[in-house]
């Protein structure tokens, strides 16, 4: 079992930035990727960010360039550094890991809402 506790959300101005922190705890070694998903209101969860252990990382589109996810392992945590964001960045964040036997687990969720 892996535990995920994310952190970090909160208001931001346009263009502004955030960065979102996902914390493991639990059967670490187990686990092969971590990323993080977006549910705005009304819409479906969609995929953002994934990093590997060998550190590969994607991007979906909409972030590209703005959004960075990135990974310490000696903390076991994952985080999601978001620069130059839009209105339409405002969504709940989750994040998620997958074990290499293709297991995975949900963080809870932190709220960002990007209004002036």
């Known amino acids: 079992q892996v535990q995920l506790v994310e952190s970090g959300g909160g208001l931001v101005q346009p263009g502004g930035s955030l960065r979102l922190s996902c914390a493991a705890s639990?059967?670490?070694?187990?686990?092969?990727?971590m990323g993080w998903y977006r549910q705005a209101p009304g819409k479906q969860r969609e995929s953002v960010a994934h990093?590997?252990?060998?550190?590969?990382?994607t991007y979906a589109d909409s972030v590209k360039g703005r959004f960075t996810i990135s990974r310490d392992n000696a903390k076991d945590t994952a985080y999601l550094q978001m620069g130059t964001l839009k209105p339409e960045d405002t969504a709940d964040y989750y994040c998620?890991?997958?074990?290499?036997?293709?297991?995975?687990?949900w963080g809870q969720g932190t709220q960002v809402t990007v209004s002036s």
């Open positions: 639990g059967s670490i070694s187990n686990i092969y990727r």
């Open positions: 990093i590997t252990t060998a550190g590969s990382t």
């Open positions: 998620k890991a997958v074990a290499y036997y293709s297991a995975s687990w």
